[in-house]
Nanobody, 122 residues
Framework: VQLQASGGGLVQAGGSLRLSCVAS????????MGWFRQAPGKEREFVAG????????FYADSVKGRFTISRDNTKNTVNLQMNSLKPEDTAVYYC????????????????WGQGTLVTVSS
């Protein structure tokens, strides 16, 4: 599976962005998907995830109520709608695919996109 993330950019605090991740291959619908982020000088962290069927989604406490993850298995895409952005949301955002059991642990993810930069100005 190859993943291509897009949609990052510069936005003012309080604004919104929508990230998209397109996957190649015919097995996308069998993967749990996650969004992670890495800010300068910090470790990569879980942001949001969604199970293969789309029935269940999960969020880090820091983004709960502001971010929404969704997927369309007919289009091999997973999206992250980010509202009420804060300067602390500034990071490179990565989408990732997990073949195994659902997990928030980045080590459980098998495939990664190249990342897209989100910058939130105050």
């Amino acid at each position: 599976v190859q993943l291509q993330a897009s949609g990052g950019g510069l936005v003012q605090a309080g604004g919104s962005l929508r990230l998209s991740c397109v996957a190649s291959g015919r097995t996308f619908s069998t993967y749990h998907m996650g969004w992670f982020r890495q800010a300068p000088g910090k470790e990569r962290e879980f942001v949001a995830g969604i199970t293969w069927s789309g029935d269940n989604s999960f969020y880090a406490d820091s983004v709960k109520g502001r971010f929404t993850i969704s997927r369309d298995n007919t289009k091999n895409t997973v999206n992250l709608q980010m509202n009420s952005l804060k300067p602390e949301d500034t990071a490179v955002y990565y989408c990732a695919a997990n073949r195994g059991s659902w997990s928030r642990n980045l080590r459980e993810y098998d495939y990664w996109g190249q990342g897209t930069l989100v910058t939130v100005s105050s």
